[in-house]
Structure formats: C-alpha cells, structure tokens
C-alpha cells in the first residue's frame, strides 16, 4: 500500500496493476449486492442474448477503482468524493486478467484533491472501462 | 425481480428500497477488490482519523445500484452504460439500514436509454450518495 499526501503527487503520475475476476468474486458480489439478474448469473441465460459467457457485473469492475484509489492512489490517506465511468464493453472472466490503470491529471489546491483518469482493460487489450475519481486525502 | 421494457418505463417512475450493510459484506468486499485500506479495516486507525466506526467502503455503498437497475429498474432487461456518483457523507455500519431511491428523469429513444437518478440515505435521513446512471435494455 502505498501513502502519499496531497503535496508528494505530481500531475502526471501513473500506476497499473493486474485483476482478476473468478466465479467466486462474482458469487461473492452477488452475496453482497443481492442483484440476482440472470445476465450475470445463468450462462444460458446470458447464451440467449448473444453473449458466449456469463457478463461480469459492470459494478464489479467498478469496484477494483477502490483498490486502485485505496491501495496504489494515493493508498492510506485515499477518501474518495466522486466517481464517473462509462462501461465501454461488456466484461467476461475468460477475457481475465484485466488492466486497471490510473493517472493523475489534475490537482485542485483549494480542496485538496486530486483527480484520476481511470482506464480497464480486457487480456485482449480492449478497452472496458473509462472514467475518473476526484479523491481527498484524511488527515 | 421487475421485467420493464424500454416502451413500459415512463418519466418520473420511482422505486425505493432499504438495504443492509453488514461486517460480512465488508469482509467479502475486501476478499473480492484486495482493497486494504485500513480507513475500512481497523476501527483504532478509523478512530485515530476522527471516525467512531470503520467507514463503509464507498464502491460497496456504490456496488448496491447495481441491484436497483438490475433487480428493479429497470429489472432483467438492465446493461448499465454510464454510473456517476459523488459520496456526500462517510457510511456506518450502525447507520444502516440505508434507503436507496431511484427515479427515471430522461429517456433517451433513440439510444433507447433510460436515466435514472439516484440517492442513498442512511437510517438518520441523511443523504450519503447521490448520483445517476444511464441504462439501455437487453433486447
């Protein structure tokens, strides 16, 4: 994990890491969440609509930006105030690991926030997720 | 579980339910993102930090909209494409159950896409999350 204050990042700074989704994290979301829609849970189901898997839950994806923000930027002192993704492409478990990368591209004095580009991609390199966190820092 | 068509859902639709969070759904939030951060794992650190509990993770309180548009609205149908949210107060534990709203504002024919604003209150009335989501319909 790492530990950055407000002042130690830089506009520009990067970091990546590695993700993978299994049955079992997305039995485990369906535990947490309740959300039982057969897209995300019945293969056959998912067959019927043209898709060749089971769709990970867009909200799963979501959630790695977590990790991301609370453990790599800015790590400990991470207190996420906004999220904004688009789900670009739809997400399977075959297509795993995903890419999860993240960029700062701004940094606003007054607030002390930062702002993160956040990008996912699939083992084929397509991009699946798009979007940015605007994070504080506890003190 | 709700089974709306796009041609069925119509401006100012609303839907509401009350759901819990628990240590256990903490603990499999963790086991599924890695995100360690103590912020949400260790009430000593949390206290030192100003908080009387762990605070809830914000992408677990975000993760229960996937229900709202997959379980009820709009239901089976649901691929959601755009989530937007700002975190507007800290979550407790102790300040569950929380009330989670949803009501369509837009529809979109030509995409056909719904938009559906979305609050999340917890048990004192307070407003924890506020957002919308853009959604289109598995055919």
Same mark, same amino acid.
């Given at each position: ?6 002042e130690e990042i830089d506009v520009g700074y990067e970091v990546s890491f590695d993700y993978n989704i299994t049955d ?5 979301? +369906?535990? $947490? ?5 057969? +897209? ?13 898997? %089971? ?21 400990? %002192? ?5 999220? *904004?993704?688009? !789900? ?5 478990? *075959?297509?795993?690991?995903? +890419? ?10 007054? !607030?002390?926030? $930062?702002? $993160? ?17 605007? $994070?504080?820092?506890?003190?």
């Open positions: 994990m790492k530990h950055f204050n407000f079992d994290k997305m039995q485990k979301f +369906l535990e $947490i969440t309740g959300d039982i829609n057969p +897209l995300h849970n019945d293969l056959s189901y998912a067959k019927s609509k043209g898709y060749s898997e %089971k769709v990970v839950y867009g909200m799963l994806t979501l959630a790695i930006l977590s990790t991301l923000a609370g453990v790599y930027l800015p790590g400990e %002192k991470s207190l996420i105030h906004e999220v *904004s993704v688009s !789900f670009v492409k739809p997400v399977f478990i *075959s297509n795993c690991p995903l +890419l999860v990368k993240g960029k700062v591209v701004k940094k606003d004095e007054r !607030f002390k926030q $930062i702002e $993160i580009k956040c990008s996912i991609f699939d083992n084929k390199g397509d991009k699946v997720l798009r979007g940015n966190m605007k $994070i504080g820092f506890v003190d």
